[in-house]
T-cell receptor, first 118, second 113 residues
Framework: GAVVSQHPSRVICKSGTSVKIECRSL??????MFWYRQFPKKSLMLMAT?????????EQGVEKDKFLINHASLTLSTLTVTSAHPEDSSFYIC??????????????FGDGTRLSIL | GENVGLHLPTLSVQEGDNSIINCAYS??????FIWYKQESGKGPQFIID?????DKRQGQRVTVLLNKTVKHLSLQIAATQPGDSAVYFC????????????FGQGTTLQVKP
């Protein structure tokens, strides 16, 4: 149980392109989803928290107009990197929890999206 | 094998030995802790969690120990296998964070055959 699927697993595109990444909870309803960014050999950096039906909460320093998050249903959240540039190249990972605001439940992670901007 | 101090980046152990991965957490108000395993090119995989009302919890081949006095968490892996090679992250949470995890730096575990 608690499977999170992320798509695509890898994207290579030209500078200036917008890229959408999907995060789905396959066997549970995810009221809260999280988006992380991870650089090589580094830990996970939280970008934003998204609750179904409401606006995402972004961490300090993360541009909300650059990284658009939509959590329109209990099983799907999307992250769109708008007008992507080489510095946006990274490993993006989503996670989900079943209960909104629950702090003592584990987050379940997708397998990440490797984004490469040429 | 064991890493000491504020998590060394890499821990090398012989196959079959026990591994101990350490983590020092930052906030004394944290009351929920998780260990994740991340293999290359994949997302973190849940291993085991522990709440602050416990000081030890066991799973299959893994044990998590929590010492709230010194804000220290450890993951013990018994009879380490090549498939255990990965990066291991500890993460902490507290009620005021409403679900946001704070991840540690991570420790790379290398298992030598």
């Amino acid at each position: 149980g608690a499977v999170v699927s992320q798509h695509p697993s890898r994207v290579i595109c030209k500078s200036g392109t917008s890229v959408k990444i999907e995060c789905r909870s396959l066997d549970f309803q995810a009221t809260t989803m999280f988006w992380y960014r991870q650089f090589p050999k580094k830990s996970l950096m939280l970008m934003a928290t998204s609750n179904e039906g409401s606006k995402a909460t972004y961490e300090q320093g993360v541009e909300k107009d650059k990284f658009l998050i939509n959590h329109a249903s209990l099983t799907l959240s999307t992250l769109t990197v708008t007008s992507a540039h080489p510095e946006d190249s990274s490993f993006y990972i989503c996670s989900a929890t079943a209960r909104q605001g629950s702090y003592n439940q584990p987050q379940h992670f997708g397998d990440g999206t490797r984004l490469s901007i040429l | 094998g064991e890493n000491v101090g504020l998590h060394l980046p890499t821990l090398s152990v012989q196959e079959g030995d026990n591994s101990i991965i350490n983590c020092a957490y930052s906030n004394s108000a944290s009351d929920y802790f998780i260990w994740y395993k991340q293999e290359s090119g994949k997302g973190p995989q849940f291993i085991i969690d522990i709440r602050s009302n416990m000081d030890k919890r066991q799973g299959q081949r893994v044990t998590v120990l929590l010492n709230k006095t010194v804000k220290h968490l450890s993951l013990q892996i018994a009879a380490t296998q090549p498939g255990d090679s990965a990066v291991y992250f500890c993460a902490e949470n507290r009620r005021s964070n409403t679900g946001k995890l704070i991840f540690g730096q991570g420790t790379t575990l290398q298992v030598k055959p």
